[in-house]
């Protein structure tokens, strides 16, 4: 009987063992991930804007691989070496091979799908380049919801917590959105939405309050010129799109605009934006880019040429040529132009910032910006993920190369503790900025009367 049992085991572990012969062989890349490791692998070798050897993408490749599988808990992992040749398909028939090396020591601990995405990502941090990288279809979903904004049911209101009363305020309206036909103004006070005080609410649980189902209703107490208005305002909710620019006037005419990011639609709401200013007389605009990450390239552009009327904008030089991009001819008339910087105000923003610094229509103001100097481009493949690849650097109309050094403020102000951007009360850069715009007026108006 034990001999009968011990030949029993031996022939399940033989069946076991079969199993998973027929497991491994039947591993396999899809079509899609084929085709999207061989465009990763075109993209960078093509486009990054350094020399990049195709050696040290293979290594690259495997390095990663091996440390996903470590990460499975796989310690005795082996994987070749690769060796690249001049052929761009023979390489990426290597790192397609290395992939299924590595799902077959994986034992199921992890898919072949998912170890292409490692290649990709190994591809990329070949260039040692924190800006070229591998983005998941959830990251790159996420990068153009940041860039080209969302939507979502709401009233169209920015809303800020006053400091003094802990009420929240209205720091800007959108536009025929719901608020604005309702009849809320800029610096409204919300002391109540649906009957629930506002006092020390937290801007999330008041933008909670305030979003809902387009076609809902929310109902604002709202106090004006320090008066409770009558009654409560009534505002039926709709579909709201991101903007990525705000603008109000402030005392003496000086318009404040303000840049989230450089987005698909921001030269467009710019336009709209100094326009409404335009129209109730500004007489000096306030150019808000602090913590302004960037966005495209584009969009530096449009931005640029509403404030510079002719000549160049940004310099893009890419490994093989370099393109000048000259002012599209959409100048407002010129007013006294003041830009507001700091440490996160990065790559579209100074473009923007270099461009106007350059050209010398406006003064920058604030603390020496980012330092990011490159281009990237992003290249989406099959399945709803992406490549961003650094494919140029630029330059300043004067040729300053800025990455890793930023642009320097002709008026150095230094950013005050907890800082409320576009209120002058507790905004010591605004302040500042406001300051020079009023001498610039006061110079302007002696010379104009003298």
Known sequence: MKR??????????????AQSAAGAASLALSNTDRSEIAASYGYLVSNYYKHLTPQAILQSVRGDLLTTLHSKGIRNAHLPALRAIGLAGANVNAIDSEVLQAARQAHGRTSVHHLSYVAIDGMMRAAHDRYTVFLTPREFAQLNAGLDGGNFGGIGVVIQQDPA????????VIPNGPADKAGVQQDDVILAIDGTTTKAMSLQ???????????????????????TLASPLAITRAEIHDVSVIEKMLPGKIGYVQLMVFGADTGQELTAALNRLE????????????????GYLDAAIAVSSKFIPSGPIVSVEH????????????????????????????????????????????TIIGTRTFGKGVVQTIYPLGDGSAVKITTARYLTPHNRNINHLGIMPDIPVAENKDPRFGDPAHDAQLARAIEFLQSRLAALNTRDNG
Request: hydrophobic share 40%.
């Open 165 to 172: 009363s802990h009420y929240i305020t209205v720091e800007n």
């Open 319 to 362: 490994a093989s040529d370099v393109t000048t991009e000259e002012a599209d001819d959409t100048a407002i008339p010129p007013v006294p132009l003041a830009v507001l910087v700091n440490g996160y105000t990065a790559s579209a923003s100074e473009i923007t910032s270099g461009a106007i610094q350059d050209s010398g229509v406006g």
């Open 4 to 17: 009968q049992s011990a030949l029993l085991a031996c022939g399940l572990a033989a069946v076991l063992l």
């Open 279 to 294: 129209q109730q007389g500004v007489r000096a605009i306030v150019l808000d880019l602090r913590d302004n990450g960037g």
């Open 205 to 227: 649980q008041a933008s909670t309050h305030l979003r809902g189902k387009a076609g809902t209703s929310v109902h604002l107490t709202i106090a004006r010129d320090g008066r």
